[in-house]
């Protein structure tokens, strides 16, 4: 079952990526699930989670991946993939290619994302932009 769930999970995601489809992105996940990207404080909850995705495409553009492995299967309900994503930042127009490695635990009655956890380096990343910092903390990332 799980192999099934995630292949859907991954294809429905990248093509959400390719079009740019915040919708797309976040009908992925459950109503109270979990979300880490490693610039903010655990995300909790779809409408959060729905948040970063628009204020991600409006700085991002031209997703793709230059190599993708996976899914690796973790028991029942949770799987893995590492890859090289490839994206353009919109500000200075400047595309980078960098290693990726996400973590997806699905609810199996659904196969809706309830966690999801993302690992990335980010001062490599910022680097390879060519900013000096991601800014201020957006406010959809704030505890509540």
């Not at 995630?6 to 009908?27: C, P, R, Y």
């Not at 793709?64 to 919109?90: N, Q, V």
Request: glycine share 6%.
């Amino acid at each position: 079952m799980i192999q099934n769930i995630s292949k859907q999970v991954i294809e429905t995601w990248i093509t959400g990526f390719h079009n740019e489809d915040v919708e797309q992105l976040a009908d992925l996940f459950s109503k109270e699930a979990t979300f880490y990207d490693p610039r903010y404080p655990l995300l909790k909850g779809k409408s959060t989670i729905e948040s970063y995705y628009a204020h991600l495409l409006t700085e991002t553009t031209a997703w793709g991946a230059t190599m993708f492995e996976g899914p690796y299967l973790h028991g029942e309900d949770c799987f893995a993939i590492h890859s090289r994503l490839k994206f353009t930042w919109r500000e200075n127009n400047v595309t980078v290619d960098w290693p990726f490695v996400a973590f997806f635990k699905v609810r199996l009655s659904d196969g809706k994302i309830i966690r999801y956890n993302e690992y990335w380096d980010i001062a490599d990343t910022l680097k390879k932009i060519g900013i000096k910092t991601w800014g201020p903390l957006p406010e959809y990332a704030k505890s509540k």
